[in-house]
């Protein structure tokens, strides 16, 4: 079976199991589905991150521990990502037709246990994401810099390695400083009581960058000009 062919069979899965029992087919509330995913390491929570999001805006459609476990595995076909997901599927199919042929009176001891979510996670957590996150976050929060980007998108990187940096508010608020525009930095220093948790410094630069923003456009960006001096004539 080639690679197009089990990312379509997992996807034709999980259509099924969107649908009701009487034949009509659950609602999808309108959120952007997770990106597929290569197998990067760099872009594993970012990935776990979308399928969390979708799940819960359509949980309805996908209630259980097997819906969630397929949808995730529809989403992982390109590159590395393909083989843990092929062999992965193939793992999962078998415990499902064992659990099938499972006789009515078996002992709940002796039962055969299907792979739950967490498990799951598990399993794909130690096959893809660092194995020491929290270092790895740091690093990428030392060489995080706002440049020429827009505070909002600066923040939004910065929210997102906050959360596995494992920083208090006092290192991540340096970490922030450092890497804010310098001049935006300025204009957020030169105002007295600064904030001491990190939320507190999102509002406060989103709030001069807006400043800074308002004079430009009331001023239409432009520098003031020179009055030209007058042209001396050379008799």
């Known amino acids: 079976m080639t690679t197009q062919q089990t990312s379509l069979s997992l996807q034709d ?4 199991l969107q649908t009701l029992t009487n034949g009509e087919k659950k609602k999808e509330n309108k959120v952007v589905v997770p990106n597929s995913y290569d197998g990067s390491p760099s872009k594993a929570s970012t990935f776990l991150m979308e399928v969390d999001l979708y799940l819960m805006a359509n949980e309805t459609l996908y209630p259980n521990d097997k819906d969630k476990i397929l949808f995730t595995l529809s989403y992982m076909k390109d590159r590395h990502a393909t083989q843990w997901m092929k062999a992965k599927t193939n793992e999962y199919k078998k415990s499902l037709k064992e659990k099938e042929a499972e006789p009515t009176d078996t002992k709940p001891e002796d039962q055969i246990q299907l792979m739950t979510w967490e498990e ?3 399993d794909f957590k ?3 994401q ?3 996150i929290g270092t790895d976050t740091r690093l990428k929060m030392k060489n995080l810099k706002q440049n020429k980007k827009h505070v909002d998108e600066y923040i939004t990187k910065f929210h997102l390695l906050a959360a596995d940096s494992e920083y208090n508010d006092r290192a991540l608020i ?3 400083q450092v890497g804010l525009h310098p001049a935006l930095l300025k204009s957020c220093l030169i105002v007295p009581d600064p904030p001491d948790m ?3 410094w999102y509002d406060r630069a989103r709030k001069y960058n807006n400043a800074w923003l308002t004079m430009i456009a009331i001023t239409g960006g432009e520098k003031a000009k020179k009055t030209p001096k007058p042209e001396t004539k050379v008799n």
């Open 126 to 128: 130690k096959a893809f």
């Open 174 to 176: 340096d970490h922030f």
């Open 120 to 122: 799951f996670l598990d």
């Open 13 to 16: 899965l999980v259509s099924a």
């Open 130 to 132: 660092p194995l020491d």
């Open 198 to 200: 990190i939320e507190g």
